[in-house]
């Protein structure tokens, strides 16, 4: 079974960091693009940051300067370096990820996600 799985996620204060990390694992033969999304109580869920698999990065204007992705290809692995904190970044944040996984017929196309880190910036 292919899965997501997030991690470093956790209550912070305002200025303050975190990193998040996620790793895909399963019969994944392949990931292209990987991203970062996040979703505040009554908010529709918004993208964050994405990188390609060749290292090109994009951030929602809310987090450039503070943010971070990176990737490790070999280890099917995507991080996000979470600084300068603010209260608005608040929220459940999701990893997700497009690629090829093995299938009883060869491979197929997919969308993967995490089930979700909880990010909490309070004093």
């Known amino acids: 079974q292919v899965q997501l799985e997030e991690s470093g996620g956790g209550l912070v204060q305002p200025g303050g960091s975190l990193r998040l990390s996620c790793a895909a694992s399963?019969?994944?033969?392949?990931?292209?693009?990987m991203r970062w999304y996040r979703q505040a109580p009554g908010k529709e869920r918004e993208l964050v940051a994405a990188?390609?698999?060749?290292?090109?990065?994009n951030y929602a204007d809310s987090v450039k300067g503070r943010f971070t992705i990176s990737r490790d290809n070999a280890k099917n692995t995507v991080l996000l370096q979470m600084n300068s904190l603010k209260p608005e970044d608040t929220a459940v944040y999701y990893c997700?990820?497009?690629?090829?996984?093995?299938?009883?017929?060869?491979?197929?196309?997919?969308?993967?996600w995490g089930q979700g880190t909880q990010v909490t910036v309070s004093s």
């Open positions: 997700n990820a497009d690629g090829k996984v093995a299938s009883s017929t060869g491979s197929i196309w997919s969308v993967l």
């Open positions: 399963g019969s994944i033969l392949s990931i292209d693009d």
């Open positions: 990188i390609t698999s060749g290292g090109s990065t």
